[in-house]
C-alpha cells in the first residue's frame, strides 16, 4: 500500500509568484492536514480537511489557503510568496482526523525554496 | 498558549551510549503524546504514541516515558546506532472546537557518531 505522497518533492520560486503543493492520503482515510516546518523548528499546524471541509486552521495569513477533493487528495495554495514562506511542508494523512486517537502518517514532504 | 519544549535543542553521543530526550508541554486538554523521528528533509515518522493513563512505553531501543501530573516526557534511547542520527519530535494532541490537531516542540537533533 501506498503511503501518504506528496508532490512535488523540491520546489523553487521566485517572490510574489503562487505555488500549489499537492497531497494524496493514505488510501481509505478521509482527513488531510497540513503542516509548515522551518529549518532547524518543529511543524506549525496550517489546515486541517475532513470529508471535503475545513476543520482546522492555524495562525497563518490569508495567502495561504487549501481544499479537498471527492478523493480525498488536497491542495495546498499559497499565493504572493515571501521568502519566509521557504520551508519544508507536510501533509498527515489520517482516518477521521481524529488525531487523539490514531497515528498521523506524514508524507515526505515538499522542500519550497523562495527566491 | 499551548506549548510543547524540548531540550536539549541538539546532542551529540557516541555509537553505542544511551541518551534521554526531554520534552515538557503545557497543552490542554492533552489527549495524547508522540514522539517522532525525523530524518533531515523527510516527513515524521511515529516511535511511540501515550495516552494520559500510560506512564512508560517501548519500541525496541526507544522508550517513551509520560508523567501527566507534571506534564513531562522523555525518550530514551539505549545502544545508540549511526542510524539514530536524526531529529526527534515530542507531539501533543489537542482536542479543541476546531477538531484536534497536533502540537509539535521544537525538537532534539541527534548525532550518533561512530
Known amino acids: 500500500d501506498a503511503g501518504v505522497t506528496q508532490s512535488p518533492t523540491h520546489l523553487i520560486k521566485t517572490r510574489g509568484q503562487h505555488v500549489t503543493l499537492r497531497c494524496s492520503p493514505i488510501s481509505g482515510h478521509k482527513s488531510v492536514s497540513w503542516y509548515q516546518q522551518v529549518l532547524g523548528q518543529g511543524p506549525q499546524f496550517i489546515f486541517q480537511?475532513?470529508?471535503?471541509?475545513?476543520?482546522g486552521r492555524g495562525n497563518f495569513p490569508d495567502r495561504f489557503s487549501a481544499r479537498q477533493f471527492p478523493n480525498y487528495s488536497s491542495e495546498l495554495n499559497v499565493n504572493a510568496l515571501l521568502l519566509g514562506d521557504s520551508a519544508l511542508y507536510l501533509c498527515?494523512?489520517?482516518?477521521?482526523?481524529?488525531?487523539?486517537?490514531?497515528?498521523?502518517?506524514f508524507g515526505q514532504g515538499t522542500r519550497l525554496t523562495v527566491v | 498558549k499551548n506549548q510543547v519544549e524540548q531540550s536539549p535543542q541538539s546532542l551529540i553521543i557516541l555509537e553505542g551510549k544511551n541518551c534521554t530526550l526531554q520534552c515538557n508541554y503545557t497543552v490542554s486538554p492533552f489527549s495524547n503524546l508522540r514522539w517522532y523521528k525525523q530524518d533531515t528533509g523527510r516527513g515524521p515518522v511515529s516511535l511511540t504514541i501515550?495516552?494520559?493513563?500510560?506512564n512508560t512505553k517501548s519500541n525496541g531501543r526507544y522508550t517513551a516515558t509520560l508523567d501527566a501530573d507534571t506534564k513531562q516526557s522523555s525518550l530514551h534511547i539505549t545502544a545508540s546506532q549511526l542510524s539514530d542520527s536524526a531529529s526527534y519530535i515530542c507531539?501533543?494532541?489537542?482536542?479543541?472546537?476546531?477538531?484536534?490537531?497536533?502540537?509539535f516542540g521544537g525538537g532534539t537533533r541527534l548525532m550518533v557518531k561512530p
Open positions: 501515550m495516552t494520559f493513563s500510560e
Open positions: 480537511y475532513y470529508e471535503k471541509e475545513e476543520r
Open positions: 507531539v501533543v494532541s489537542v482536542w479543541d472546537n476546531a477538531g484536534n490537531m497536533l502540537t
Open positions: 498527515a494523512s489520517s482516518f477521521n482526523g481524529q488525531l487523539f486517537k490514531q497515528g498521523a502518517f
